[in-house]
């Protein structure tokens, strides 16, 4: 899958730009906050629905407008694709093909991407949510029965809170195994899909962070032990740990286990990542676990996703620097910096300049 262009109108810091993408190597270069990083936003917008940046979508409005429009033209094993979105203050329309999308689900799964910034070491450092993020959006995109699960296992787990917050015990334990069956239903398809991506993912990461390493360190990432066996089984085994913790939960006032609670093991050379990693450790780590999930969408979809770097040389060395872009040659990638030379290392690229919101030819 590739982007042909990219049209951004009151978006951010743009009026009314296009941008023309090539096959391969994509680089936007220029000085700090002149948009470029706004570009790669615009692409993962597109992509899921939401920004990896801004909280509400009224944000992406450049100052004085009304609506922001952002629109793309990609190209993929089945043809080409028209994807659009006009944000306003109150709401958005998007449209795949001319069509008007009126669910978030559908959103995904028509253009594929994998978004890598520097804000992406959370994954590494930060608490289990961050890593659940990720597990969220990657697998969302590849999996719409996912992606409807999870947003029905919180709604369900929404109101079960509530309920543990009544004052009438007796409502309580009459209601708690009417919502429990529901909520694991789609528990365990939360749990399994998380599973067996994270086993999938597990082994290609472990690969690439032994290229960028030269083999000087070992990264390990394992699922949640817990989730062993099909979806039946997880089902049953999830309902009985929530059954056997009626009080515990009616005593905190939310529901103590589940798939919201979950977490995945990162380690390097036998030691907690976000323990003991360095910064250097952390960002190399988390940059193999991006290459990984780009392969992991090749082997689901039957095509590379585009692959957004956005500002990520600066966190690189010179050899690691080297090394990234000699692994991201076959599929399009959209690399942000501020001196393209220090990327280009004799590769076929297409170099694009952004200054102020605007294209520099």
């Not at 944000?59 to 993929?76: D, K, M, N, P, V």
């Not at 809170?161 to 334990?173: A, D, F």
């Not at 740990?241 to 515990?248: A, V």
Request: with cysteine.
């Amino acid at each position: 899958m590739r982007i042909k262009n990219l049209n951004l109108k009151n978006f951010r810091n743009y009026a009314d730009e296009r941008i023309d993408f090539g096959v391969g190597l994509n680089v936007l270069y220029g000085k700090n906050a002149q948009g470029k990083t706004n570009c790669a936003e615009a692409v993962y917008y597109l992509c899921t629905g939401t920004s990896p940046r801004a909280k509400r979508d009224k944000q992406l409005i450049r100052h004085g407008e009304e609506f922001a429009e952002i629109s793309a033209t990609a190209e993929g094993r089945y043809g080409n694709l028209e994807i659009s979105a006009k944000i306003g203050e109150t709401g958005r329309e998007i449209r795949v093909n001319g069509n008007k999308i009126t669910r978030n689900a559908d959103i995904l799964g028509n253009l594929f991407a994998v978004f890598f910034s520097p804000h992406e070491l959370r994954l590494i450092q930060d608490g289990p949510d961050e890593r659940r993020r990720f597990l969220n959006v990657s697998i969302s995109q590849l999996s719409r029965p996912y992606y409807i699960a999870l947003v029905r296992y919180n709604r369900i787990l929404e109101q079960r809170n509530n309920l543990l917050k009544e004052k009438n015990l007796n409502t309580v334990y009459d209601l708690l195994p009417v919502w429990d069956e529901e909520l694991c239903k789609y528990a365990a398809t939360v749990a399994r899909q998380r599973a067996d991506f994270v086993s999938r993912l597990a082994p290609i990461a472990a690969d690439f962070h032994r290229k960028l390493t030269e083999g000087e360190e070992t990264l390990k990432i394992s699922p949640e032990k817990k989730y062993a066996g099909n979806e039946e089984e997880l089902k049953k085994r999830l309902y009985n740990e929530l059954s056997n913790n009626y009080e515990r939960d009616i005593r905190l006032g939310y529901t103590a286990s589940g798939p919201h609670r979950d977490d995945i093991d990162i380690e390097i050379d036998g030691a907690d990542a976000k323990s003991f990693a360095s910064q250097g450790q952390t960002r190399t780590a988390a940059l193999a676990i991006k290459l990984a999930e780009v392969e992991i969408f090749r082997e689901l979809s039957g095509e590379y996703p585009v692959l957004v770097l956005d500002d990520v040389m600066s966190e690189l060395d010179l050899p690691r620097r080297k090394k990234l872009v000699g692994l991201t040659k076959d599929r399009q990638t959209i690399l942000t910096c501020t001196h393209a030379e220090r990327v280009l290392y004799g590769l076929e690229t297409t170099k694009i300049r952004i200054e102020g919101g605007k294209v520099k030819k």
